[in-house]
């Protein structure tokens, strides 16, 4: 199934990757909506396509699509989906891109397809490429459509239960919101010394194996897993006070997991 007609509203950072993505792939972007022109503007004109800041304005394109992917903040997917269920044919499928929204609140035909990955100012060093997907959909032919839009990066997909995809969003923000918030106190920490903050380089390597194939548990090491007293100590004599509950409770949590 290819050549899909899609309206795409949101022009933000999801938009600006999936959207020409989805034109490479052969699907027709009839138009664009955002809520302002600064974002709604150089999109529409990347691909060539309409673009408006109003549902009202978009009425044309979105009673001709076949697609209409729900890109915004997630607060907004609820209104959005109110307000486009009767500008949209009935078979038209409304897609968000959520993680962590439900989707049983959304007009059918429906579906979600989350590429687990971060879409940021600096993402772009990370392929789209093969980005696992999580796919969730209200019926068959909206999985497979959910299937089209995300072959157009050669997902890594899986089809999940409404339960599973928030158990998966919670997974990613604790590996990568909360590595990553390690990592900004530990350049912290060195800056404070005057010390290059890509001093830990090839542990971060090291670290993003046990991502990748899986096998992070078997890969923890340091004083907490070796229950090495003395070195925590010395540690939190180091610590600036606003961190040291952070290393506490981390190390502690350690501790519970190695200790059996
Ligand atoms: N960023 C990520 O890493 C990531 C990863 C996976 C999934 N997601 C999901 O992707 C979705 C979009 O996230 P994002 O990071 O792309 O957000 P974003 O960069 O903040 O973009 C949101 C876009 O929605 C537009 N918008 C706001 N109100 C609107 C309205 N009433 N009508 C039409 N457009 C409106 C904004 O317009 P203006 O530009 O004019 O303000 C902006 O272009 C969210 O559901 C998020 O959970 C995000």
Redesign the pocket.
């Known amino acids: 199934m290819a050549d899909l007609r899609i309206v795409v509203?949101?022009?933000?950072?999801?938009?600006r990757e999936l959207a020409p993505a989805w034109q490479r792939a052969g699907h027709d972007i009839l138009h664009v909506?955002?809520?302002?022109a600064?974002?709604?503007q150089p999109l529409g004109e990347a691909l060539g396509c309409s673009w408006s800041t109003t549902?009202t304005d978009a009425a044309g394109a979105l009673s001709d699509a076949e697609v209409v992917v729900m890109?915004?903040?997630?607060g907004?997917?609820a209104?959005?989906n109110a307000a486009l269920t009767d500008m949209v044919s009935p078979s038209c499928l409304l897609v968000?891109?959520?993680?962590?929204?439900p989707l049983d609140h959304l007009r059918q035909p429906s579906a979600v397809v989350?590429?687990?990955?971060?879409?940021?100012a600096k993402?772009g060093s990370v392929p789209l490429a093969k980005t696992p997907t999580v796919l969730e959909a209200s019926d068959d032919r909206a999985m497979a459509l959910a299937h089209t839009l995300a072959s157009a990066w050669d997902a890594d997909v899986s089809e999940v239960s409404g339960e599973q995809r928030a158990v998966s969003h919670l997974a990613a923000a604790v590996a990568d919101n909360f590595a990553n918030h390690m990592f900004a106190e530990a350049q912290d920490l060195l800056e404070q010394r005057n010390l290059p903050k890509t001093l830990l380089r090839n542990l971060v390597l090291g670290l993003t194996q046990g991502g990748l194939q899986g096998d992070a548990r078997e890969r923890q090491t340091g004083p907490a897993q070796r229950g090495d007293d003395g070195t925590l100590e010395r540690h939190r004599a180091l610590l600036p006070d606003d961190v040291k509950d952070l290393y506490d409770a981390v190390t502690a949590h350690i501790i519970h997991r190695h200790s059996s």
Do not use: C, K, M, Y
């Open positions: 509203v949101g022009a933000g950072r999801v938009s909506v955002s809520r302002t600064q974002s709604a549902l890109a915004v903040t997630d907004l997917i209104e959005i968000h891109v959520s993680g962590a929204t989350w590429p687990i990955r971060s879409f940021n993402a």
